[in-house]
């Protein structure tokens, strides 16, 4: 079987039979697509790439880089399929978190702020080690995180969409009776009717003083004015790494709230993601081209 395919980097290794267009999202995507069966999204390239998906009428699969595709799901043409990025980003995603988590039981910014200033004042923190921590979102990501957590030895409690009384799993509506016994609370939640809004005012009113709210799946997740009130009386300690709204605007006044570390959804995206992204494309346009099952499949 040959197939003609659109790839975001000229570095894929390209199997047998397979010819090659590029679009890395950032120049105009190139004249004469009419033939393209397999379309591998560029990554972190904002809105212009997914709508490329209706201007291919050849199209057979979409290769989405991203675990998260509730925004492409609306726009593929019937008989498309869609593959996700699902284990690209495990890693990276769980540096992020334990980053997020330190940096606030640890008092980073104070002392990155003393640093500045050349000031030696020493006071003892709080730590992870011994931390009760719930993790909300047990999938791939949730996993990889729990095992970083689970070295630095605090105490995980694992809640997904539903129980899994088997694997030590709590659902989602146990949520009320679990956050009043969290030191942190870690979302890894995608972008849902189901997940909006969550964490809202009665949920967050429900955790301890000085208790920490991660958020490294999506900003919807947590009612933002609800956590803005909670972090400004400092009752709560917050560390984002996506918000809602996205881009948090300029003038928000998240952004300087003592106590909140924010970072510009990065999470995904360091330097291990674009080899193992390169080598699950690769992958991909080998069972394409021999017509075997493809990975990742979103139903």
Request: hydrophobic letters at 45%.
């Amino acid at each position: 079987m040959s197939a003609r395919v659109l790839l975001p980097w000229t570095d894929i290794d390209v199997p047998e039979g397979v010819e090659a267009a590029y679009y890395d999202g950032v120049e105009p995507a190139p004249a004469g697509l009419d033939d393209v069966e397999v379309y591998v999204l560029p990554y972190d390239r904002g809105p212009e790439p997914p709508k490329l998906i209706a201007e291919l009428p050849s199209l057979r699969v979409v290769q989405s880089l991203s675990a998260g595709v509730e925004t492409l799901v609306p726009l593929l043409p019937e008989g498309v399929r869609l593959a996700n990025g699902r284990g690209l980003h495990d890693l990276s995603v769980a540096e992020h978190a334990l980053a997020l988590i330190h940096a606030a039981q640890r008092d980073l910014p104070r002392w990155f702020a003393q640093q500045a200033r050349g000031e030696w004042t020493r006071e003892h923190t709080r730590s992870l080690a011994d931390s009760r921590v719930l993790l909300v979102g047990y999938g791939s990501i949730g996993q990889a995180i729990e095992r970083q957590l689970l070295a630095a030895e605090a105490v995980v409690t694992r809640v997904a969409s539903r129980a899994r009384p088997d694997d030590g799993v709590h659902g989602v509506d146990e949520l009320p009776g679990l956050l009043p016994g969290a030191d942190i609370v870690v979302l890894i939640l995608p972008d849902t009717p189901a997940t909006r809004g969550l964490i809202d005012a009665k949920a967050l009113a429900a955790l301890p003083d000085d208790a920490l709210v991660v958020n490294v799946g999506r900003g919807t997740a947590i009612d933002t004015d609800a956590l803005l009130a909670e972090a400004n009386t400092g009752r709560l300690r917050v560390g984002l790494d996506v918000v809602d709204p996205e881009p948090l605007p300029a003038d928000h006044p998240l952004w300087t709230v003592p106590g909140v570390v924010i970072t510009p959804h990065i999470a995904g995206g360091s330097a291990s993601f674009y080899p193992r992204a390169k080598r699950l494309a690769a992958e991909q346009l080998r069972r394409y081209v021999r017509g075997e099952e493809l990975l990742n499949l979103v139903e």
